[in-house]
């Protein structure tokens, strides 16, 4: 089973810089102005949690989980079938060199899926993007796969190499 852990380091750097600005209020304020100890540190929330949103949305959007046991490949919150995947359009993105952090990140902006008229995948003719975002998040390469049926599908991934390793390992081999 392959599972794409995404990094934590956003996280941990805005919780650690929220945690330490709300211990030096706590030495300037405590104990004689604890109400408003409390109401900074709660303002100070409204900083830390877009901040944060952006990898939650990415755990809940974009997290890989392929389970040759069960016949999966589960993106987000879509569960494909692995026999409804292509192999042959596996092997191919497999041989493709990884992409520079440039080309990356203009794939990823390029990459939107929103329901809105104009912004859908299937307007524009572009793949679907699996998951259930709107967009893949800036600087996530993003794989293009086919399924059996001919779809495209468009998936956000941190570890191309990896991904693409464990789904060719599950399927297999192309006829």
């Known amino acids: 089973m392959y599972r794409e852990r995404l990094p934590r380091t956003w996280t941990a750097i805005c919780v650690g810089l929220y945690l330490a600005h709300v211990v030096r209020l706590g030495f300037d304020a405590l104990p004689e102005d604890a109400g408003v100890w409390l109401a900074v540190s709660a303002a100070s929330l409204l900083v830390l949690l877009p901040c944060i949103a952006v990898p939650v949305s990415k755990a809940v959007y974009h997290r890989i989980v ?53 912004l859908r995948a299937s307007d524009t003719g572009a793949p679907r993007l699996v998951g259930g975002g709107w967009g893949a998040p800036m600087g996530m390469d993003v794989v293009v796969l086919a399924t059996r049926g001919g779809e495209a599908l468009s998936i956000a991934t941190h570890d191309r190499k990896a991904f693409l390793t464990a789904l060719a390992g599950a399927l297999p081999a192309p006829a």
């Open 66 to 118: 392929v389970d040759p046991d069960r016949g999966v490949l589960r993106v987000g919150r879509e569960r494909l079938p692995l026999a409804d995947i292509d192999p042959a359009s596996v092997h191919a993105a497999l041989a493709q060199p990884d992409p520079a952090a440039a080309a990356r990140l203009v794939a990823s902006a390029r990459t939107v899926d929103a329901p809105v008229p104009g």
